[in-house]
C-alpha cells in the first residue's frame, strides 16, 4: 500500500469538499479551496497530499502541482512549524522589508527558503500580502504581522520560539 493509499479526507472535510462542488461550475474550479481543505486535513502539501487531491478530483498532478508551486500561502511539505513569508512587493521593500529579512536571517542563522535546523522557522520572500498600508508585512502561517520595526521582528521571534515552547532555533 502507498502513502497515497492510506491517505483520505475525514468525513466532515469529505463534506466540506462536496459542499465547494456544489458551489463552482467545473471540478477543477474548485481547486484552490480543496487544497486549503488538503492542508487542514494533512498538515502540510507534499507530493502524497497533491497526488491525493489529483486523484480525488479527477485532474492531472501536474495541475495541482502547479497550483501549489505558484502560490505561497499554501504549507508545503517540508517548511518549519512557522513560516515567515516577508512581503519584498515595492511598498515593503520601500518600507525596509529587506532589512526585515536580514535580521530574521541574522537571528536565526538561516537564508531565504532555508528552514532552521530545530525545524521550527523557515524564511520566504514572497510579493504583495495584499497589506500594502501597513507595510512592512510577514506574514507568519496564517497571521499578518504588520507595521514592523527590527524590534518587532526580534519579538515575534521570541514569542514564536516560547510558543514552541523551545529556547533557541
Ligand atoms: S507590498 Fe507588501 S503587502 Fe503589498
Known amino acids: 500500500m502507498t502513502v497515497t493509499e492510506t491517505l483520505a479526507f475525514s468525513d466532515e472535510a469529505m463534506k466540506k469538499y462536496e459542499w465547494l462542488?456544489?458551489?463552482?461550475?467545473?471540478?477543477?474550479?474548485?481547486?484552490?479551496?480543496?487544497?486549503?481543505?488538503?492542508?487542514?486535513?494533512?498538515?502540510?502539501?507534499?507530493?502524497?497530499?497533491m497526488k491525493y487531491v489529483a486523484d480525488l478530483m479527477e485532474?492531472?498532478?501536474?495541475?495541482?502541482?502547479?497550483?501549489?508551486?505558484?502560490?505561497?500561502?499554501?504549507?508545503?511539505?517540508?517548511?518549519?512549524?512557522?513560516?515567515?513569508?516577508?512581503?519584498?512587493?515595492?511598498?515593503c521593500a520601500l518600507r525596509g522589508s529587506g532589512d526585515v529579512v536580514s535580521r530574521v536571517t541574522e537571528r536565526l542563522g538561516i537564508g531565504v527558503g532555508e528552514t532552521s535546523e530545530c525545524g521550527l522557522f523557515t524564511l520566504s520572500k514572497v510579493e504583495c500580502l495584499g497589506s500594502c498600508d501597513t507595510a512592512p508585512v510577514i506574514q507568519c502561517n496564517d497571521d499578518y504581522h504588520e507595521g514592523l520595526s527590527l524590534e518587532d521582528v526580534d519579538a515575534l521571534i521570541e514569542q514564536l520560539r516560547q510558543e514552541a515552547g523551545k529556547g533557541g532555533a
Open 21 to 49: 462542488l456544489s458551489r463552482y461550475p467545473t471540478r477543477k474550479a474548485a481547486l484552490l479551496p480543496t487544497l486549503r481543505i488538503a492542508e487542514s486535513e494533512f498538515g502540510e502539501l507534499g507530493v502524497p497530499q
Open 59 to 91: 485532474i492531472p498532478p501536474a495541475t495541482v502541482f502547479g497550483v501549489v508551486t505558484f502560490y505561497t500561502h499554501y504549507r508545503r511539505a517540508g517548511v518549519g512549524k512557522y513560516h515567515l513569508q516577508v512581503c519584498s512587493t515595492l511598498s
